[in-house]
């Protein structure tokens, strides 16, 4: 469906984790190579438009008056679980999930299955910002079911890689994509791991798209016959009723990795 695309130059970094936080990290990169022209572009363009990019005296997990007005609530108040429980049960997993530094955390191979929110939705745009370490893996679905044994829904994938190479290496499946059906269809990439990244997805009815750091990476409609063809293609095609529209929790995924989320906002748009 789509052609693969030029990434521009991400030079390999060495990743080191800070001591003392398990979600804090820098890079170490020879003192001629600095940070390509496009992610300072786009960092300063964030910037300048707010989207979800924390300045001096901002707050995460809280809305600002206009974000009200627009519709905007929180699915996390940044203190605890309530409007989250684990997936086909009633109540939060008692391990492998902590609420901590105003983040909903998986813990590294803590366990505790994936979790979901309490409250199913429809037509809606939602923001999120999430990191990880290097080398982590997880993903947030929507259009989920709960009476699947597996397979519960679609995913934006979330990844933690550490050089562009690894950012592209398979497309179906990098940062943003709809996983295993869909490539992500332009240049963005996710920041280095331990950087905040800012996701937002919009589902209108059949109709979806996926963001990434403030730029539209994918679009795609349920209906077309190349999305059909698509999911027929993946490992998902003898899902029943993968692909299908209806009112559905939102899932944040236990991958075994250590990965961190705040300022999880929705607001519901008109059909």
């Known amino acids: 469906m789509n052609q693969p695309f030029l990434v521009p130059s991400w030079p390999d970094r060495h990743f080191t984790p800070q001591m003392g936080s398990p979600c ?12 390509p022209r496009f992610f300072r572009g786009l960092l300063f363009a964030l910037g300048l438009v707010g989207f979800s990019v924390h300045g001096a005296g901002d707050s995460p997990n809280t809305l600002t008056a206009a974000e009200r007005s627009e ?5 996390f108040d940044g203190n605890s679980s309530a409007g989250w429980r684990a997936i086909k049960k ?3 997993p008692t391990n492998g999930w902590a609420i901590a530094e105003g983040c909903i955390r998986h813990l590294p191979k803590g366990g505790g299955g994936d979790i979901v929110t309490t409250e199913k939705f429809s037509s809606y745009e939602l923001r999120f910002e999430w990191k990880m370490n290097a080398g982590g ?7 989920v079911d709960e009476t699947r044994s597996v397979h519960p829904g679609h995913e ?4 933690g890689p550490t050089t562009t190479a690894e950012a592209v290496r398979d497309l179906k499946h990098a940062t943003a994509s709809f ?3 869909l490539p992500v269809q332009t240049n963005a990439l996710p920041r280095p791991p ?10 209108r009815k059949s109709k979806v798209e996926h963001w990434l750091n403030g730029e539209k990476v994918l679009t795609y409609d349920l209906e077309s ?5 698509a999911i027929a293609a993946s490992k998902f095609r003898g899902v029943a009723g993968f692909g299908s529209v209806f009112p559905h929790p939102i899932l944040l995924q236990d991958h075994g990795g250590d990965a961190w989320f705040r300022n999880l906002k929705i607001r519901t748009l008109a059909d």
């Open 24 to 35: 804090r990290a820098r890079f170490l990169q020879s003192p001629e190579v600095h940070r």
């Open 71 to 75: 519709g905007w609530r929180l699915l």
């Open 90 to 92: 009633s109540e939060f």
């Open 137 to 143: 893996n997880s993903g947030l679905k929507y259009f």
């Open 156 to 159: 934006y994938q979330l990844l």
């Open 179 to 181: 996983y295993d059906v």
């Open 194 to 203: 331990g950087e905040w990244n800012q996701s937002r997805i919009v589902v």
């Open 225 to 229: 016959p190349e999305v059909k063809a």
